[in-house]
């Protein structure tokens, strides 16, 4: 079979770069155009993700603009991050389009599966933030409030943590492609990593408390479902090694 340096020795340095940068604007571009036809929507989105909030603040206490411009800027910054959030799977190819043609026919047979799940997951972990983790994190901190303080929050604070939110789980929920390519990479094994089991998972258990609101419910909901991917991980590698022996 052809070596796919091949290729690369015969194409000039600058024309890497060159096509690196065609595709860095393809991206930029993609999200401009992403962006733009979601910030007439900004304030809707933002209302999106703060609902949850809202519904368990008291009648009298809402959402608050502590700066001037950050009433604009909070939901524009929203809608940046969705955008970004939507064209992942575009980057993505573009990404892939660059450093396919160095990669072994093997080698794509099993990086574009991986590509493909690791986007997968990622929007399977913010859906998960979203829909399972907020509200229950949320509740926690306006139960807490002491009784005479009435819970408010910065409009920019509250994007903030949002975000974080969304990220770490989307990250975490890496962990089965992460483990996967541990193993193909012959880094670690199967089995020892099965072997190490319960200090990665004390390990999970302590990211989660870290990563997350100071709320056991929150570290649960976080930690529970890494051990899970991490156990799928490793029973894939476990499959992907012993068909390949």
Known sequence: MKSPTNHDADMPLMAHFTELRTRLIRVIMVVIVVFLALVGFS???YDF??????ALLPSQASLIATDVASGFLAPIKLTFFVSLFLTVPFIISQIWGFVSPALYKHEKHTALPLLLSSIILFYIGVAFAYFVVLVPALKFFVMFSPDNV????DIQSYLDFVIKLFAVFGVMFEIPVATLLLVLMRIVSPKALASKRRYIIVGCFFIAAIVTPPDGASMLMLAVPMCLLFEFGLMMAKLLVKDSE
């Open 43 to 45: 304030r809707e989105l």
């Open 49 to 54: 993700i703060s609902n949850p909030l809202v």
């Open 150 to 153: 009435l819970p408010m929050t």
